[in-house]
């Protein structure tokens, strides 16, 4: 029997489990296995999530460790430590459309709805940490604070209820759990998805109407910002929310 230690994490991007496989052959290993977990941890950030599995299978082969345990079946194999490690990298930062997701496992929204709360959520995030929720820059649009790709992907929506996200939501299907899991895997997970739930209990009963209102007034970051005529991309600066948010709170 082949004794195997495995890495293992979820690649979100590729959309599936990874894993690293390593063969035990004697107690130097060991060092090189705290080794590589020590760098996953230096590069990846003390939170990430990284699960061990040590397991006897009948050789050297992931086909032989998928036969031990059925587990580890459709998990990728990755050949080594720094492939694993940018697999992962890549899905410790967080996208607008990330935060837009999980927001539609939970509310139904059009779109315009959508782009105010997810701003909101990036909003409160920045006021309350210093930190940034997610990579995308806020755009000052002629109606508001707008991420560009989450308007991209849902702009054909119009004035009607998003669907592609949230066929199942009435019946609480577990729709709601990738997604969750999504922003749970990024750099301060847990802190993030306690601040976007904060931001949903303030704000997911306002109707779009009334968020934009909101969003609008003369003291706002929006307001603050000079607009483009021709609608071209106006960065609503972080300094000017940190500053204004308070004045579009509930």
Excluded at 51 to 71: L, P, R
Excluded at 143 to 150: E, Q
Excluded at 211 to 232: G, I, M, Q, R, Y
Aim: glycine fraction near 2%.
């Amino acid at each position: 029997m082949i004794t195997h230690f495995i890495f293992m994490s979820s690649s979100y991007s590729l959309g599936t489990r990874i894993a690293l496989d390593f063969i035990v052959q004697d107690e130097a290993i060991q060092i090189k296995l705290k080794n590589d977990l020590d760098k996953i941890v230096q590069k990846c950030g003390k939170d990430v999530s990284i699960s061990t599995h040590m397991i006897q299978a009948e050789d050297k082969t992931w086909k032989s460790v998928c036969k031990a345990d059925h587990f580890f079946k459709n998990v990728k194999v990755v050949e080594t430590l720094d492939e694993f490690i940018k697999l992962i990298q890549r899905d410790r930062k967080l996208e607008g459309i990330d935060v837009a997701k999980y927001i539609l496992s939970k509310i139904p929204c059009t779109q315009l709805k959508l782009q105010k709360l997810v701003y909101l959520c990036f909003a409160d995030y920045l006021c309350e940490t210093g930190k940034e929720l997610f990579t995308d820059k806020i755009y000052a649009f002629k109606y508001g604070p707008v991420v560009d790709t989450v308007y991209k992907r849902y702009k054909e929506y119009g004035y009607k209820p998003i669907e592609e996200e949230t066929k199942d939501i009435d019946s609480k299907n577990i729709q709601e759990m990738p997604s969750k899991s999504r922003i749970m895997f990024a750099e301060d997970g847990t802190e993030k998805i306690i601040s976007i739930e904060k931001t949903l209990k303030k704000y997911a009963n306002l109707t779009a109407s009334e968020l934009v209102d909101l969003t609008h007034n003369d003291d706002t970051p929006w307001a603050k910002t000079p607009k483009s005529e021709d609608n071209l991309y106006v960065t609503i600066k972080l300094d000017v929310i940190k500053k204004y948010h308070k004045n579009e709170e509930v």
